[in-house]
Every structure is written in C-alpha cells, then in structure tokens.
C-alpha cells in the first residue's frame, strides 16, 4: 500500500521540483541580462557594430524568457 501511495505522489513532486528548477533558471537569466546591461555600457561597446548586435539579441531572447 505505501508503496501505491509514493507512485501516485510522484507526478505532484515532479511538477514542484521542475518549478523550483525554473525559479532558479530565470534567477541565472536575471543576472545575466544584469551582466549584459553592463557590458552594454561600457565605452567601446558600440565600436564592433557586428558583436553589438549579438550581444543585443541575446538579450533580448533572455528578457523574453523572464518576462514568459
């Protein structure tokens, strides 16, 4: 009988352990797009237009992600 109970739990746990990865996910995401802001503002930034514009568009992908 236990062991029932345990498998009829298991997809209620996996559902809070996958939250709780995705919590720790965006906050990675947050302080990368934190980095990024600073690296955008740094002298210099603009001077390699090609870089810029990768650098820019990943951001962008990541604020999407955060704001999902």
Not at 9 to 35: H, M, N, Q, W, Y
């Amino acid at each position: 009988i236990q062991l029932e109970q345990i498998k009829a739990e298991i997809p209620a746990l996996e559902v809070t352990l996958r939250e709780v990865g995705d919590s720790f996910d965006l906050a990675k995401l947050e302080a990368e797009i934190d980095r990024t802001n600073r690296e955008i503002e740094q002298e210099g930034f603009w001077d390699d237009p090609d870089k810029a514009q990768k650098v820019m568009k990943e951001k962008k992908s990541m604020e999407t992600t955060v704001d999902a």
